[in-house]
T-cell receptor, first 111, second 118 residues
């Protein structure tokens, strides 16, 4: 089993729709969780950090379920500019801070 | 604040040639990462430095890849000799995080170097 797995996608949704992405992680010692956004042919950029039970920022809500070892990202009222790849990132506490990126889920918002 | 700088932005070489990439992280960032990202996949960590020491190079193909971070600031990643499957974007990132810290793990990425091996 991969350490971080995400919905395979791609997701094609109309403008204004609500879309949710799921991410699961295998190591229960994982401590910090993040969602990054990567536009086509660009570098990843931090979208949201998820440190406790969840985090909300405008149209974006990230939730963490430690018992089931998954995090989710909910996007409400999708905009064309939300089209990108969303990367789930998990930080595990070992002898150092090990950061693992998921494979990403592609989102296309259609007019 | 200046971001993470990388050069070159693009490189085309033939297989069996050598290539080097350079990265200058954000000033004061202790941790530096090199990732390989193949089209359609998430970034794969190649090597992670904390200051000038290596903390994780478990996925670095050491027979052909090498990296160093002299003086704990900028870093170079080298491939010698290159193979066709090394064609990818090589991303450098940095973060404030130190081992044991529970915050400051946000990674800031450079624009990447797009390598094509023919």
């Amino acid at each position: 089993r991969k350490e971080v797995e995400q919905d395979p996608g791609p997701f094609n949704v109309p403008e204004g729709a609500t879309v949710a992405f799921n991410c699961t992680y295998s190591n229960s010692a994982s401590q910090s969780f993040f969602w990054y956004r990567q536009d086509c042919r660009k570098e990843p950029k931090l979208l949201m950090s998820v440190y406790s039970s969840g985090n909300e920022d405008g149209r974006f809500t990230a939730q963490l379920n430690r018992a089931s070892q998954y995090i989710s990202l909910l996007i409400r009222d999708s905009k064309l500019s939300d089209s990108a790849t969303y990367l789930c990132v998990v930080n595990m506490k070992t002898s150092y801070d090990k950061v693992i990126f998921g494979p990403g889920t592609s989102l296309s918002v259609i007019p | 604040e200046a971001g993470v700088a990388q050069s070159p932005r693009y490189k085309i070489i033939e297989k069996r040639q050598s290539v080097a990439f350079w990265c200058n992280p954000i000033s004061g960032h202790a941790t530096l990462y090199w990732y390989q990202q193949i089209l359609g996949q998430g970034p794969k960590l190649l090597i992670q430095f904390q200051n000038n020491g290596v903390v994780d190079d478990s996925q670095l193909p050491k027979d052909r890849f090498s990296a160093e971070r002299l003086k704990g600031v900028d870093s170079t990643l080298k491939i010698q000799p290159a193979k066709l499957e090394d064609s990818a974007v090589y991303l450098c990132a940095s973060s404030l995080a130190l081992a044991g810290a529970t915050r400051n793990h946000e990674q800031f990425f450079g624009p990447g170097t797009r390598l094509t091996v023919l």
